[in-house]
């Protein structure tokens, strides 16, 4: 059956705004069309346009790689003499749990969605909303801990550096702020995602742990001793091995930071070039991409995580990780200062500092692709959250409010930024394993499986030994749902249908009743027997005191998912029972596609359209929460509110009778 689509009735034109609001609001307009990115990035380019995967690596290697910054010393005050063996265990977990499951992340979501995205489709109604914005706040406290973590240990290797401690060591708080404030602005100003100073920045910065880490092991081989004290204190400290694995077992939450950077990975992949004959529906060759990006980094990532590890602990004394000690934050710089000279030591220093500084900026971008892509869909979050620079100053003013909690102490920001990366790998884990059972995989379903229960483990284990990541993770939580909440009820009148779709015979009757006055009855469908429709004509026309030459079309509206903020309408016209005229329609919210449709055809015929209801029973207080619950309720007068707030005009606006 052929049919018509327009666009939703227009609003009304606003006033013009001020050059500041439009100015910060720039780009609104056009954000969220079609399905595409929402924040900062550049859309993505066609597949034989896109970048080579390697180059895509470095944009979430900042991110991924910049751990390596302060990793080192977390594991040593974590572990003690355990690191390395403690680090290992990151490292088979890496390898065996996490990279398995962001691979099938990458195979499942390859437009960049995530796995919050996958657990999305997996429920529906108020529940999967909630459950959203759960991870949400779990993801806001992965991404803005690592700004204000990175920020935090930048300003700490610049504090510690040599040649500036004298005149810096006690201004790590203002620095850290002055960094946070730096990267908002770098944002407000407007910011694209650039992959050569990630590629360039990448490169160097692995190039000076390299350099760092043969030194490290040349000077540990060399002095054999330092070998036989660290293993006489480990036995000493341990009886056996197996003591020595349980150990770092229990430890192992505390470093969970080594697993940050695969959700980033697979938020960038639709940046990374595909095959020639890649689809939308199925991009084979990003994916295959991906995996090589995800597999390598985690390799990369893993080989320096185990070095850097056992030359740490084998090499600095273990008061220096401590609070106030000179590798506290910066084990690697120690390293670099003490053994290749103040010189190389400052280098390594302005290499670690600028990319623990665009980490945080890939964090930046990462919130800003993250909540537009489902708040406002939800309308759970005002018009402006749709803009960059508004979202810009919110995000850092939470940065500012974060690093004066944790007055800029990079170990105590360890347990929230551990939570909230577990959180969302656990997540993944848990979808993939749903995903794998769908398809009837059983080995992967029992191998995810079992994936998940560790990360799980790992996850409550970090809680209990660390609430304050949890805490601030809950905070999050409560404050996304409350403002979410505020929001949708703020937004509850908006006229949200974005399309109307009129088929054949639903036009046809539009075009007939355009020559005299257009009136339709609101009907609640129940046996659509020819009895319903006669006795609500009469009730109709004895309430409102109707002629009855008066002709009418039924209009019926079945609500679907009332937890869904903004979609299209689709109309469908239909004679019952010979002679009543019914359009039906389904949405999430019988007041506003009724809205949507009057306003529609209104629009269509350039005629006044008339509808009648009659008064729901109940009290105004119930009936409105089930409108803004169950989209049903109070549908006469909450029509009405949608269509003033669409229609300032009265002359204009559909008329609205209720008998």
């Not at 054999?224 to 056996?240: E, F, M, R």
Request: aromatic share 8%; with cysteine; charged share 20%.
């Amino acid at each position: 059956m052929a049919t018509t689509e327009h666009p939703a009735p227009s609003r009304p034109e606003p006033s013009p705004p001020s050059r500041l609001r439009a100015w910060m609001l720039e780009g609104l307009s056009d954000m969220g069309k079609g399905g595409g990115h929402t924040g900062p990035h550049a859309e993505p380019e066609p597949p034989h346009r896109g970048q080579r995967w390697w180059r895509v690596m470095c944009l979430t290697g900042v991110d991924y790689f910049s751990t390596l910054g302060y990793q080192p010393g977390i594991a040593a005050l974590a572990a003690g003499l355990l690191s390395p063996i403690a680090t290992i265990v990151l490292v088979v977990v890496t390898l065996a749990g996490a990279l398995p499951v962001y691979r099938r992340v990458a195979e499942e979501s390859p437009h960049g969605e995530g796995s919050i995205a996958m657990l999305e489709r997996l429920l529906s109604f108020w529940q999967g909303k909630l459950f959203v914005l759960t991870l949400l706040g779990f993801a806001a406290t992965d991404f803005l801990i690592t700004i204000t973590l990175s920020a935090a240990d930048a300003s700490t290797h610049l504090v510690e550096n040599p040649h500036l401690t004298s005149m810096l060591h006690d201004k790590q708080m203002l620095i850290t702020l002055i960094l946070v404030a730096l990267l908002g602005a770098v944002f407000l100003k407007g910011f694209l995602e650039a992959i050569g100073v990630a590629v360039a920045l990448v490169g160097a910065y692995l190039a000076l742990n390299a350099v760092v880490v043969v030194v490290g092991l040349y000077h540990v081989l060399t002095a054999g001793h330092v070998i036989t004290d660290w293993s006489s204190a480990l036995t000493a400290q341990h009886s056996n091995v197996f003591a020595m694995i349980g150990v770092a077992l229990l430890v192992f939450p505390k470093l969970a930071l080594g697993l940050s950077g695969f959700e980033t990975g697979v938020a960038v992949m639709p940046h990374v070039r595909g095959d020639a004959d890649d689809t939308e529906a199925r991009p084979a060759g990003r994916i295959r991409g991906t995996k090589k990006l995800l597999t390598t980094a985690a390799l990369i990532m893993s080989v320096f995580l185990i070095t850097t590890s056992f030359i740490t602990t084998l090499l600095i004394p273990e008061k220096e990780f401590e609070a106030g000690g000179q590798a506290n934050g910066r084990a690697l710089a120690y390293l670099a200062h003490h053994y290749l000279g103040n010189t190389f030591g400052t280098v390594y220093d302005v290499s670690t500092i600028a990319i623990l500084w665009f980490a945080g900026a890939s964090a930046m971008a990462g919130l800003l692709n993250l909540m537009p892509r489902y708040l406002p869909r939800y309308g759970m979050a005002p018009h402006w959250a749709r803009a960059v620079r508004p979202m810009v100053i919110v995000f850092t003013l939470i940065a500012f409010l974060v690093t004066w909690i944790f007055d800029a102490d990079v170990n105590a920001q360890g347990g929230a930024y551990a939570t909230g990366v577990l959180v969302l790998i656990s997540s993944a884990a848990i979808a993939v394993t749903i995903a794998a059972r769908k398809a009837r995989q059983r080995n992967w379903t029992i191998a995810f499986a079992v994936i998940s229960a560790v990360f799980l483990y790992t996850t409550v284990l970090n809680v209990i030994e660390r609430p304050d990541g949890v805490k601030i993770g809950a905070c999050f939580i409560a404050g996304i749902i409350l403002v979410s909440l505020l929001s949708r009820l703020a937004r509850a009148f908006e006229l949200r249908v974005t399309s109307v779709t009129l088929d054949d015979m639903a036009e046809r009757f539009v075009r007939d009743m355009a020559s005299r006055r257009m009136r339709f009855i609101a009907n609640e469908p129940d046996r659509r027997d020819i009895a319903e429709y006669r006795d609500k004509i009469e009730q109709i026309r004895h309430d409102n005191d109707v002629s009855g030459q008066e002709d009418f079309v039924f209009v019926e509206v079945t609500v679907t998912d009332p937890s869904e903020f903004e979609a299209g309408l689709t109309v469908r016209g239909e004679v019952l029972h010979g002679r009543y005229r019914v359009l039906t329609l389904e949405s999430s919210s019988i007041p506003n596609a009724l809205a949507a449709l009057l306003l529609h055809i209104r629009d269509a015929t350039d005629r006044t359209p008339h509808i009648y209801f009659e008064w729901t029973e109940g009290g105004p207080f119930a009936n409105f929460l089930r409108f803004f619950l169950f989209g049903q309720g109070e549908v006469a007068p909450v029509t009405r509110e949608v269509l003033r707030e669409a229609e300032p005009d009265r002359k204009r606006r559909p008329r609205v009778h209720v008998g």
